[in-house]
């Protein structure tokens, strides 16, 4: 049986991920309180980061930068998502 987790993202009781996800402190609370779908939103956040910034992975400025916005993005002022916030559908 999938763990869950009360999501900080979303707000509600939702499976877990299935691992830490960085090998750091903001790993540790991201497998501790995201759940998996807030996790996906942070894939296509992440990608969107990715391109904005022109960031290059060997860089070592991209996990510091990607570090803070994915503590910004799931647990900011203002990260969690309103109430009655519905994900667009899955294309495919």
Known sequence: MARTVHCKKLGKELPGL???????????????SISQDAWKMWLEHF?????EYRLA??????NQILFQQ??????GEGAQLPPE?????RKG
């Open 70 to 75: 994915a503590e910004q993005f799931f647990f």
């Open 18 to 32: 299935e691992f830490r996800p960085f090998p750091n402190e903001l790993g540790q609370r991201i497998y501790e």
């Open 57 to 62: 992975p060997g860089d070592p400025r991209t």
């Open 85 to 89: 916030f519905v994900p667009p559908p």
């Open 47 to 51: 990608k969107m980061i990715l391109n």
